[in-house]
Every structure is written in C-alpha cells, then in structure tokens.
C-alpha cells in the first residue's frame, strides 16, 4: 500500500512554490489557467503543483448519466495528467492530511510535509447526511463516479430480481426507486432514472407499469433555485416520466425496503439515493482557518482566506460572500470555475508584484436536466424547457471540457452527450 502513497516530486530550487489542493471544478480550472500563463511566458522560480488524491477529475454534475446511462464512467472523468501533460504543472495524486497555514505546511498521507508560497484550497464538499435512523445505513448518496456505479449495480440487481417474480405488486415493490431531495441534483438523478430505467426494464421483458419511481421533498415543491413557473414545467416533466412527486414532509425513519415520512406515510423504497444537501469538505475546519456557520472558509473578496495573504479558498469549500446580494455564493460548478481563473489571474498578479483584484460572481444563468434529452433553467433572463435547456446545460461543460482539456477532449465529450440525447 505504501507504494501507492506518492510525495510531492517538488523542485528544490523553486522559491515560489503554488500548492493547489483538489483538482475538481476549481482546481482544474486553476491549475490549466495558471500552467497556460506560465507556459507563454515563463517566472523564475515559479513551481505549480496540483495535489488531488484521484488521478482524474470526477464531473460531479454528469454523475446522473454515469448512474443509469450507458456503463461510461469515462464519461466525466478527465484524466489530469494528459490534461497538464504540456504545462509546467507538477501533479501529486495523494491526499492531504493536513494544512497548516501558520507553519505555512502541507502534509500527505504517508507523512509528507511540503512548504508553499502560495496554498489554494479547492477540496470541495461532502453529502450532508442528517442522522434520520437508517438513513445512512440504507441510502446511497451520489459524490462520485464509484457511487453512480454503485447506483446502477444496485438498480440491475433489483431488475434481475424483479424479472423472476410472478406478481406485479412484487415486481414495483423490487423496483421501487426513490430519490429524497428535490434539489437540482435529485431531480436531475430521478429524471434521468425515469427517461431511461423504462428503456432497460423492457429489455429484460419488464414493463414500465413494474416500476414505482419516486422523488421524495420534504418542502412544499422541488427546485426552489428556479422561478416558480419553471417549477410547474418541472413537476409536469417529472409526471410524464412516471415519476411520483411526493412533497411537504419530511423523512423520519428508513428501513431496508421504505421511507417513513414525518407525517406518516411510507414510501416504498427497495433503492434508496439520498440528494438532500452537501456541506463544505469537513476537514478544512480542522486545519485552522475562519470558518462560517455552514461549515465553509471565510474568503475575502480577492478569494484569499480571512487572515491568511497565502491562502485562497475556491469553488463549495469556500464561503463567498456575493456582495451585491448579501448572500455567500451557491456550490455550483459555473462558481467553481469562474474562482479558478480569477484565483490564477490574482497568483499571477502576485508572482509579478501587482495587486490582486476582487471576484464578483455573476451567474449567467442556470439549468437542471430532467433526463438526458430534457432540461429546465434561465440563461441572461430568458426561460427556457426542453431540448433547448439541455442543449444549453451541455454547451456549458462542453466548453468547460475545452478549457481543460482542448478541442479534441471537448468534441469526444460532445458527441458522447449527444449520442445519450434519445
Ligand atoms: C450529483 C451532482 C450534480 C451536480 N450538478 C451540477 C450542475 O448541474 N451544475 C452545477 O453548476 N453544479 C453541479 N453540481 C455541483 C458541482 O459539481 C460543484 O459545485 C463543483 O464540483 C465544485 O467544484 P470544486 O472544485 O469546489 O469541488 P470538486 O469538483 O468536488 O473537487 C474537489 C476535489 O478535491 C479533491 N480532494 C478533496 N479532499 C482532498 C484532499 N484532502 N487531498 C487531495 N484532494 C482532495 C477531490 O478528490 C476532488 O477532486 C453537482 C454536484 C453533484 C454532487
């Protein structure tokens, strides 16, 4: 195992070290921007390293397609080390165990300890998981590539059972999917169940009757982020795809085989996902810096932490206060990345000896997809369903993916997401 533990290759002469811990959404976006600048034009003594424990970036946001699409995993991942291979970014994949911004530290799982000049954290969130009894024990949640293959081999064990039961009420009560969070990622992953589950239980002789397919909110309506009109068009996409919107309870107690809400009704549940909320990286409260209430870094308003000048905080581990709003900015990727070229613009700025300037977040706007061919959202004040939403969902990690990773990463991913748009 101790093989597997890699330290951090630094280079000893540098005397301008840029740790960048994470490379998701954020770090991604930082460590291309920053290893594309330094590439034109080269600063002595300028060293990048991304640390990341999984040698690719996971797409969080095309987990949904990973779940109960095509067996793809591919299919969001980009691998970090052909991504940099062409900038001077040095890549570590191991965790970091710890930071220490006083003693200006980084330390690894192996027991590595690098200095920085300059630390980003970008180590993103968790799934919030409420302590509801037999929530955590029965409920998958979706963080990963390996929970969205975890999902899909759960759902093809259920198909298998449910094709060898003689009654149809055995066969919904073996197909009872239900996903509890009426957010955009759970209405995303139970959009998509319903598009595409009906395609796959025929081919193993089921019927769509067979399935029971539930989204579960504990609010009044789904997807509070969205003008209220496009709620309705939601729910009526939802109901067209089978999906039963239950609302306005919360759960109290799971089992292996259902939910029992707090006003008393049971929802079968013989798969159960849990999309109900995620909460900023646990450990960076650990490492010393101001905290928020909701578990986040407190950032200034050039991304840099409170009371630190070394350290910036990017993308859902960082509380961004939105100055025009008054509120800290939500966990989305278009935040993330947006983070991720101003935090280069302003290390730039450092390593040349301007000043840094502030980030102002501004969301062009937002789409939720509710199933692969089929979205709902606002881009600049126009409202817009249907194949157009989704079009433009994808067009936004198209071109995330040709930021990264160039044309040809971008085009593949193209193609691929249109193939899936049935
Ligand atoms: C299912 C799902 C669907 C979503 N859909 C959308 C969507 O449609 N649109 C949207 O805008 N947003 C969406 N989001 C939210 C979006 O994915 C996040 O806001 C975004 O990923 C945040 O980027 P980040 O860089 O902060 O964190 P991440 O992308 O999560 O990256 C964090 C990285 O840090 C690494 N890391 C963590 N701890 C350590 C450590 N100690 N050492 C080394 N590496 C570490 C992780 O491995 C990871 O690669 C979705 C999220 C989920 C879960």
Redesign the pocket.
């Known amino acids: 195992m101790s093989d597997l533990i890699a330290p951090c290759p630094t280079d000893q002469g540098a005397t301008r070290r840029v740790m960048i811990?994470?490379?998701?959404?954020?770090?991604t976006t930082l460590a291309v921007t920053l290893g594309k600048a330094l590439k034109r034009r080269p600063r002595d003594g300028v060293e990048v390293i991304l640390?990341?424990?999984?040698p690719c970036?996971?797409a969080?946001?095309e987990?949904?397609l990973v779940a109960v699409g095509p067996e793809a995993p591919e299919f969001c991942e980009l691998w970090l080390p052909a991504a940099l291979k062409k900038l001077p970014v040095r890549t570590c994949f191991n965790?970091?165990k710890h930071m220490d911004p006083l003693q200006r530290t980084v330390t690894l799982e192996g027991g590595h300890v690098t200095d920085y000049w300059r630390l980003v954290v970008?180590?993103?969130?968790v799934p919030s998981v409420p302590p509801v009894p037999g929530l955590s024990e029965h409920a998958l949640t979706?963080?990963s590539v390996e929970d969205a293959q975890e999902l899909q081999r759960r759902v093809n064990g259920q198909l298998k059972l449910a094709a060898r039961m003689p009654s149809a009420d055995q066969r919904r009560d073996a197909l009872s999917i239900t996903v509890c969070g009426g957010g955009?990622?759970g209405v995303?992953i139970v959009g998509t169940i319903g598009q595409l589950l009906p395609k796959r239980a025929a081919e193993i002789g089921l019927d769509a009757s067979d399935l029971r397919i539930t989204l579960v909110e504990g609010r009044d309506a789904i997807l509070f982020d969205l003008p209220e009109a496009q709620r309705t068009i939601a729910l009526r996409r939802l109901r067209k795809l089978g999906v039963e919107v239950v609302t306005g309870s919360m759960i109290a107690r799971v089992s292996h085989d259902h939910v029992t809400l707090a006003d008393g009704r049971n929802v079968p549940a013989s798969v159960l996902v849990w999309a109900g909320g995620a909460k900023a990286?646990p450990?960076a409260a650990g490492w010393g810096f101001e905290i928020d209430p909701t578990g986040r870094i407190v950032t200034n308003p050039d991304l840099k932490t409170a009371g630190f000048d070394d350290v910036y905080a990017?993308?859902?581990?960082a509380g961004f206060h939105d100055p025009k709003t008054q509120r800290i900015v939500p966990?989305?990727?278009?935040f993330?990345i947006k983070q991720g070229a101003q935090a280069a613009k302003n290390i730039l700025a450092e390593i040349d000896g301007t000043p840094t300037h502030a980030w102002l977040p501004h969301q062009l706007g937002e789409f939720v997809s509710i199933g692969p061919s089929w979205g709902v959202g606002w881009a600049g004040g126009v409202r817009l369903s249907g194949v157009a939403a989704i079009l433009m969902?994808r067009l936004t990690y198209v071109l995330y993916w040709w930021r990264v990773g160039g044309f040809k990463l971008a085009f593949a991913r193209g193609r691929e997401m249109l193939s899936m748009q049935r």
């Open positions: 811990v994470g490379g998701g959404y954020a770090g640390v990341e424990r999984n970036q996971q969080l946001s987990l949904d965790r970091v970008c180590t993103g969130a979706m963080w955009a990622t995303e990286d450990h990017l993308g859902d581990v966990m989305l990727a278009q993330a969902k």
